[in-house]
């Protein structure tokens, strides 16, 4: 979609678990389609979404939901996503300048 877009797979997503959330490692993994311009999401068993960025903007564009969603999610009458987790950046998956972050995700609402 872009040309500075990072190619991320679920072999991708499985070896970071493992350097970081070994916890996690083996729950299965799957794709979430159709996929967004600016993170691709794995499903992570049952309960999870791991959330990667594809571009440099998309990571400032995380850290604002980090921070606003909790804020947020009291006073919306919808579910709203919310941090499990937040993992560092790596050699193999680096965005630019900064280290990536990536969102593990749990419904706040049945």
């Not at 960025?53 to 579910?79: G, N, Q, S, Y």
Request: proline share 9%; net charge positive.
């Amino acid at each position: 979609m872009h040309a500075d877009e990072l190619q991320i797979d679920e072999r991708l997503v499985r070896g970071l678990l493992a350097e970081q959330f070994p916890e996690w490692a083996e729950l299965p993994i799957e794709p979430v389609f159709p996929w967004g311009t600016d993170n691709a999401l794995f499903r992570l068993g049952e309960e999870m979404v791991a959330r990667l960025p594809r571009l440099d903007h998309t990571v400032a564009t995380l850290e604002k939901e980090r921070r606003w969603l909790p804020k947020l999610a009291p006073h919306l009458p919808l579910a709203v996503p919310s941090p499990v987790a937040e993992g560092s950046g790596r050699a193999r998956f680096r965005r630019g300048r900064g280290a990536v972050r990536r969102r593990l995700l749990r419904s706040s609402r049945a």
